[in-house]
């Protein structure tokens, strides 16, 4: 078995400590599940204690969810207590057979945008999953993000092995390749920070060698606006696509001369976005002379010299980078190259750049 490479590198503004060269493929938790030993005497105590500071925050018939729950003994523990309550354990590498007749077992990931509207759960547990993950913090944002989408609030509960003590000792035995992440209590904090301004509870537990912590999710207008814009502006793209290339068969069908200016960049991102390919739009050139001669990526035009529309004038220049374009209609004008329409892309539409509103004059 070759061994796995450990570069851990630490987070100078939280103390959060992660192995920067780790690969969640190359941990065969499909044919081996990491677990850990979780049956000894103190250990079922630490359990109870957990219970015990759960229970009060859950309402009469809480639904429970916990992400990763091995062999659902937490679960199992708080359906014994509360069994007018659903819970469901997360797992895909799941023993089917429940601990307990109240606890449904699930062999697969608890995925956000799935679970959260089907299950509508007053509480999510993960307990020592988040230390295993490539990037534990992009996974609880995104579940912040369907709660907001949703407006779903559950409480969270998260537990993992803390790190500050082996700290403290020197201990080199913790800084394996199966923990990617490891928590200080500073950097756990400011982990459930992002859940909440104001987590409930941070405590640690098992002889400090683990730290836990109860919060709520909360109501993220942000993360809900920047959402719906993305949507809108992937809804437009769509639009912008249909009307843009309808625009330019209509010029092509009418046998209109057409030159597109701007060739690589984001005028090559033009280009390739509106499928402008070599066939029916063969004539790119650029204001830049050392890119004449190379080609369009993607779409494969030879990039030619401006001054090749002086000598073969077309009827219609499109402007393909609208962040330049009054420095390339000036360079028109300068150069006394010939046109009868000078267009831009502007929101949506292919517009007449001295004619149409806009902000680029």
Excluded at 79 to 103: E, K
Excluded at 182 to 195: C, D, I, M, P
Excluded at 301 to 310: A, D, H, R, V, W
Excluded at 336 to 359: C, N, R, S
Aim: charged share 20%; glycine share 6%; aromatic share 12%.
């Amino acid at each position: 078995m070759k061994r796995l490479p450990l570069e851990f590198v630490r987070c100078l503004n939280c103390g959060h400590i992660f192995n920067r060269m780790f690969d969640y493929t190359q941990v065969p938790y499909v044919n081996n599940p990491n677990r850990m030993y979780n049956r000894s005497a103190l250990w079922q105590e630490h359990l109870q204690d957990v219970c015990s500071r759960i229970l009060p925050h859950l309402p009469e018939n809480p639904v429970v969810v916990e992400i990763g729950c091995g062999e659902a003994h937490l679960l199992a523990r708080l359906a014994q207590v509360n069994p007018q309550g659903r819970y469901i354990g997360f797992d895909p590498h799941a023993d089917l057979s429940s601990p307990h007749a109240g606890v449904e077992v699930r062999a697969e990931l608890f995925e956000p945008h799935r679970h959260l509207e089907e299950l509508k759960p007053d509480l999510l547990l993960s307990r020592h999953v988040l230390e295993h993950l490539m990037n534990p913090l992009a996974f609880i944002q995104e579940t912040a993000f369907f709660c907001s989408w949703f407006d779903i609030f559950p409480l969270l509960f998260v537990e993992v092995p803390c790190i500050d003590r082996a700290l403290k000792t020197g201990r080199l035995e913790d800084f394996y390749y199966e923990h990617n992440s490891h928590f200080s209590r500073e950097s756990f904090a400011h982990f459930l920070g992002h859940v909440h301004r104001q987590p409930l509870l941070i405590e640690t537990g098992y002889g400090e060698e683990v730290i836990f912590g109860l919060t709520r999710f909360e109501k993220n207008e942000q993360f809900v606006q920047h959402a719906q814009d993305s949507l809108n502006f992937l809804a437009k793209r769509d639009q912008t696509f249909l009307s843009v290339t309808k625009t330019l068969t209509r010029f092509l069908q009418a046998g209109k001369k057409l030159a597109i200016w701007g060739g690589t960049g984001k005028g090559a991102a033009f280009l390739n976005s509106f499928e402008l390919d070599l066939q029916r739009f063969p004539r790119v050139v650029d204001s830049d002379l050392s890119k004449v001669g190379t080609f369009v990526p993607g779409t494969g035009q030879i990039i030619s010299s401006k001054t090749e529309l002086q000598t073969d004038p077309v009827e219609i220049i499109l402007i393909a980078t609208q962040w330049r374009v009054r420095d390339i209609v000036q360079e028109i004008i300068a150069d006394k190259i010939p046109y009868q329409q000078i267009l831009i892309e502007y929101q949506g539409e292919l517009v007449d750049y001295f004619e149409a509103e806009h902000p680029y004059r």
